[in-house]
């Protein structure tokens, strides 16, 4: 029923909404004066059946942008529980800075055996999402963020981290490629954590309730893995944990790119409630704290053509201005997002931390990214104990991603890079790559944070700001 009809039919002051699946119902509802909108489905529901494709949560901030500066009040509906309310609030965020309004619940408070502590729960948790996003607590708030770019006291914060990695020994739960799952264990026992390689859907449940990291790595997904990560990121979110993903080699097929992103609108298109989950795109059911890729994968993950890829690698000599690049898609992706190669971009979407540490012969063995990605992870894990420690909870209410991981994601890089510099002999001899892969290991398994903090090149800025903190290693 058009807008006009209804409100000659209502008493006066009556407050009307349309439901909106697309932008251009949304800019339609503004042209027609709504009060409010309803954007979806986000998942699929049984409360009635589906005429249009679901728009997923990461359909909605694009809807969201379409409302420009009126005064019209949006909620996301379809699907929506208690169990992805966080999830859904965290992501949908317009490039305006503008977030949801609230929530459209049925099923989880009228079917719940006890509605009201089902209502309570819900309103806490949006609530504490709201508190975290207008004050500043959590990633990318609406509240100015005044960032230090001082270069000691990020230096200080991956040495409390790198401390916590050796009291606390946290366990790394990684779903990762079957080339690399072997060295990557090794280089995160040899930082003095607990790696585990399980890629079960059945057990996902049970690890999320450990404390530490999930690291979701595609390189070599299949079917069956990938259910695996998807239970396994969901269960992980509900549990506070720290999720690292690593889209390795995504732009090498559709597969893979659906797989993240949801790229092909068949996987838009499914109206059943989410039970083939083989069909569902892992960032629509889980948010990551931390995306880490080389030129080409986050290119091919942002739709960007400015740099191509070639399987796993990065092709050409990439982004223009990188540090711009990992800091907008840092914002739209609301967590930390990791650019690799010869100089490093780590971003919490304002400061970008670059890191020159490093050597040529890790680009020249398999899996010097997929190391880089656990070792990210165990520093992850690590931000995730020390958290714990101050507040008893591995995450705070209504807060899903830490921005502390910016700092984890910097101290993983470092580990790796500095390790690299010192597996190759200082008197200049040669050394062979599989040499060097276990000097590699041996190294950071050496690795003190004294060394970190001394031999460190890093540089930190605000791009579009001419402030910059620049710290080059001391070498002895």
């Not at 930390?336 to 010869?342: F, N």
């Amino acid at each position: 029923m058009p807008i006009a009809v209804a409100r000659r039919l209502l008493p006066p002051g009556s407050i009307v909404g349309v439901s909106c699946n697309t932008p251009a119902h949304v800019h339609a509802a503004v042209r027609d004066g709504a009060d409010y909108i309803g954007i979806g489905a986000v998942y699929g529901t049984q409360t009635k059946k589906l005429t249009e494709p679901l728009v997923g949560v990461r359909g909605i901030a694009a809807m969201l942008d379409g409302l420009g500066e009126s005064p019209i009040k949006a909620v996301a509906i379809g699907g929506i529980k208690a169990t992805n309310a966080l999830r859904i609030l965290h992501s949908a965020i317009a490039p305006n800075g503008r977030p949801l309004d609230g929530v459209a619940i049925v099923s989880d408070i009228v079917a719940s055996r006890e509605p009201a502590a089902s209502a309570t729960k819900l309103s806490r948790l949006i609530r504490a999402f709201q508190q975290e996003f207008a004050t500043g607590i959590g990633i990318h708030s609406r509240a100015t963020i005044v960032g230090s770019i001082a270069v000691e006291p990020a230096l200080e914060r991956v040495q409390s981290l790198f401390q916590e990695i050796k009291k606390s020994s946290p366990l790394v739960h990684q779903i990762t490629n079957n080339v690399v799952a072997t060295q990557s264990a090794n280089i995160t026992l040899a930082v003095g954590a607990s790696p585990i390689m399980a890629t079960a859907a059945d057990e996902m449940e049970d690890l999320s309730r450990i404390p530490g990291a999930l690291l979701v790595n595609i390189g070599t997904l299949v079917p069956d893995t990938k259910l695996g990560m998807l239970e396994a990121g969901y269960f992980a979110n509900l549990n506070g944990k720290p999720i690292v993903l690593d889209p390795v080699g995504i732009g090498a097929s559709t597969f893979r790119k659906s797989s993240v992103n949801g790229t092909c609108s068949s996987l838009r298109r499914n109206v059943q409630p989410i039970i083939k989950l083989c069909n569902v795109e892992l960032l629509d059911r889980w948010q990551p704290s931390v995306i880490k890729g080389n030129a080409g994968e986050l290119a091919a993950f942002a739709g960007s053509t400015e740099v191509k890829s070639k399987g796993v690698d990065s092709v050409g000599s990439g982004f223009s201005d990188p540090a711009l690049f990992v800091q907008a898609l840092a914002r739209q992706e609301r967590c930390i997002v990791v650019l690799t190669g010869k100089t490093d971009y780590v971003s919490d979407g304002h400061l970008v931390v670059c890191i020159e540490n490093g050597h040529e012969l890790l680009g020249q063995i398999t899996g010097a990214g997929c190391m880089a990605g656990s070792l990210i992870a165990t520093f992850c894990a690590a931000q995730a104990s020390l958290t714990r420690g101050q507040s008893g909870s591995a995450a705070i209410e209504g807060q899903l991603v830490d921005r502390g991981m910016l700092y984890a994601a910097v101290g993983g890089l470092l580990t790796l890079e500095i390790a690299a510099e010192q597996a190759v002999p200082a008197d200049g001899s040669a050394v062979g790559r599989g040499t060097f892969l276990s000097r590699l290991i041996d190294r950071v398994g050496f690795l003190t944070q004294d060394d970190i903090t001394r031999l460190a090149k890093i540089s930190i800025q605000v791009p579009g700001s001419p402030k910059e903190s620049t710290r080059t290693g001391l070498r002895e």
